[in-house]
């Protein structure tokens, strides 16, 4: 949707919802011509053309489901606001969905949607980038159309998120076009969801390949994620305070552990289970991918656990 579309269908609902502003305007310059004239004569009152019939919320409803269905949204309308149409006799609808994102729809041929939240993602940067004054055009009204937590829910289960989801943001498209998401999960480790091949999937935190940061977990939330996969491995008496993502290898994924009382270690996830571990001061652990950095290490031990 074009800026000048989108101001366009919202003038648009303007004209639609207020007809009888311009007659009245009309009448009034057309009832001075006529005293003007000759106040003597009695004037005929003015035939006012019955103003344009608006859709009952029935009809809304109706023609915005018709809508949502023809976009293949998979949306059952909970509520239907209608914008106007446009020169070319384009409907426009809002539309709150009972679940997930909320959309404008355009009942077009073909159909045209628009996510809320991409909308308001969208007026947040322009403002960034243009100031107070930038012309956002039209945006979503409805409350639950902007509630991120509620819209991302449904797309972060369908990623395999199974936590408490508390707090949600957009960060943005990828190049291809899919949405990113980051999810905060509470008193855990939070993730970041995207759009790959038409699939939702998802990836921790400590995971994320873009140089981003995620904002909605903190060390304490990733450390509490993590001692339970600590446990029965070589590391399990590691008190852990944080960890940091090394890398990975055809043999597993990587990472250092910080511990509380003693020295860190680094450990190999295999399927999500710990497989190997060495202790930080280790020959081993100082030639996997540079060593710990968050442990001060000892001098070069020969211990290590496989």
Same mark, same amino acid.
């Given at each position: 949707?074009?800026?000048?579309?989108?101001?366009?269908?919202?003038?648009?609902?303007?004209?639609?919802?207020?007809?009888?502003?311009?007659? $009245?305007?009309? #009448?009034?310059? $057309?009832?001075?011509?006529? +005293?003007?004239?000759?106040?003597?004569?009695?004037?005929?009152?003015?035939?006012?053309?019955?103003?344009?019939?608006?859709?009952?919320?029935?009809?809304?409803?109706?023609?915005?489901?018709?809508?949502?269905?023809?976009?293949?949204?998979?949306?059952?309308?909970?509520?239907?606001?209608?914008?106007?149409?446009?020169?070319?006799?384009?409907?426009?609808?809002?539309?709150?969905?009972?679940?997930?994102?909320?959309?404008? !729809?355009?009942?077009?041929?073909?159909?045209?949607?628009?996510?809320?939240?991409?909308?308001?993602?969208?007026?947040?940067?322009?403002?960034?980038?243009?100031?107070?004054?930038?012309?956002?055009?039209?945006?979503?009204? %409805?409350?639950?159309?902007?509630?991120?937590?509620?819209?991302?829910?449904?797309?972060?289960?369908?990623?395999?998120?199974?936590? #408490?989801?508390?707090?949600?943001?957009?960060?943005?498209?990828?190049?291809?076009? +899919?949405?990113?998401?980051?999810?905060?999960?509470?008193?855990?480790?939070? %993730?970041?969801?995207?759009?790959? #091949?038409?699939?939702? !999937?998802?990836?921790?935190?400590?995971?994320?390949?873009?140089?981003?940061?995620?904002?909605?977990?903190?060390?304490?939330?990733?450390?509490?994620?993590?001692?339970?996969?600590?446990? &029965?491995?070589?590391?399990?008496?590691?008190?852990?305070?944080?960890?940091? %993502?090394?890398?990975?290898?055809?043999?597993? #994924?990587?990472?250092?552990?910080?511990?509380?009382?003693?020295?860190?270690?680094?450990?190999?996830?295999?399927?999500?289970?710990?497989?190997?571990?060495?202790?930080?001061?280790?020959?081993?652990?100082?030639?996997?991918? &540079? &060593?710990?950095?968050?442990?001060?290490?000892?001098?070069?031990?020969?211990? +290590?656990?496989?």
């Amino acid at each position: 949707m074009t800026k000048s579309f989108m101001l366009g269908l919202l003038a648009s609902c303007l004209l639609v919802a207020e007809p009888a502003l311009a007659l $009245s305007v009309q #009448d009034q310059q $057309s009832g001075q011509s006529q +005293g003007q004239a000759g106040r003597s004569s009695r004037a005929r009152p003015a035939q006012r053309p019955a103003p344009a019939r608006q859709p009952t919320p029935e009809e809304n409803m109706a023609a915005a489901q018709a809508a949502a269905t023809a976009a293949n949204l998979g949306c059952q309308v909970a509520q239907a606001r209608y914008l106007g149409e446009d020169a070319a006799k384009t409907k426009g609808y809002e539309i709150q969905c009972s679940e997930g994102p909320g959309y404008i !729809v355009l009942a077009s041929t073909p159909p045209q949607s628009f996510n809320c939240l991409e909308l308001a993602n969208s007026a947040v940067n322009r403002r960034r980038t243009e100031g107070e004054a930038a012309d956002v055009g039209s945006q979503c009204q %409805f409350p639950e159309n902007l509630d991120v937590v509620r819209a991302v829910k449904p797309t972060a289960a369908q990623a395999g998120v199974s936590c #408490d989801i508390d707090q949600a943001r957009i960060l943005g498209l990828k190049p291809e076009g +899919g949405l990113i998401w980051e999810v905060g999960c509470k008193e855990s480790e939070g %993730f970041w969801v995207e759009q790959t #091949d038409g699939a939702w !999937v998802s990836k921790p935190c400590l995971l994320s390949a873009t140089n981003q940061k995620c904002e909605f977990t903190t060390v304490a939330e990733q450390a509490s994620t993590w001692r339970p996969k600590l446990v &029965g491995s070589a590391a399990a008496a590691c008190d852990l305070q944080e960890i940091r %993502f090394l890398g990975r290898n055809p043999n597993g #994924d990587y990472y250092e552990l910080r511990c509380g009382s003693a020295d860190g270690w680094l450990v190999r996830v295999v399927n999500n289970a710990v497989t190997a571990g060495w202790e930080c001061a280790s020959a081993q652990a100082k030639a996997i991918g &540079g &060593g710990c950095r968050m442990t001060t290490a000892a001098p070069a031990a020969s211990g +290590g656990h496989a």
